[in-house]
């Protein structure tokens, strides 16, 4: 499975931005894809999942509510909306993918996209 991760970017505090992943195949019907991201000197951390054929999302607690995590099945395609930016949002965004299921472990999943910037000047 390939991922390919964009719509990062440099955006005012209080602004929104919306990343997209695009997978080459979902491989299970346990499939899940996440988000997570990493601060420079800081570890991976997570950020938001989804269980692709069951719909259920996770956040992490840092961005309940300002955050949503979607799937369009056509395309293959998971979409982070990001609203209400804040300057601590500043990361490098990975998209990941794991066989099954959804974790909040960035070592459970199988596999990576490229990474894309996030900026919030504040």
């Known amino acids: 499975v390939q991922l390919q991760a964009s719509g990062g970017g440099l955006v005012q505090a209080g602004n929104s931005l919306r990343l997209s992943c695009v997978a080459s195949?979902?491989?299970?019907?346990?499939?899940?894809m996440g988000w997570f991201r990493q601060a420079p000197g800081k570890e991976r951390e997570f950020v938001a999942a989804v269980n692709w054929s069951h719909g259920n999302t996770y956040y992490a607690d840092s961005v309940k509510g300002r955050f949503t995590i979607s799937t369009d099945n056509a395309k293959n395609t998971v979409h982070l909306q990001m609203n209400n930016l804040k300057p601590e949002d500043t990361a490098v965004y990975y998209c990941?993918?794991?066989?099954?299921?959804?974790?909040?472990?960035?070592?459970?999943?199988?596999?990576w996209g490229q990474g894309t910037q996030v900026t919030v000047s504040s």
């Open positions: 990941a993918a794991r066989i099954n299921g959804v974790s909040r472990i960035a070592d459970m999943y199988d596999y």
């Open positions: 195949s979902r491989t299970s019907s346990t499939f899940a």
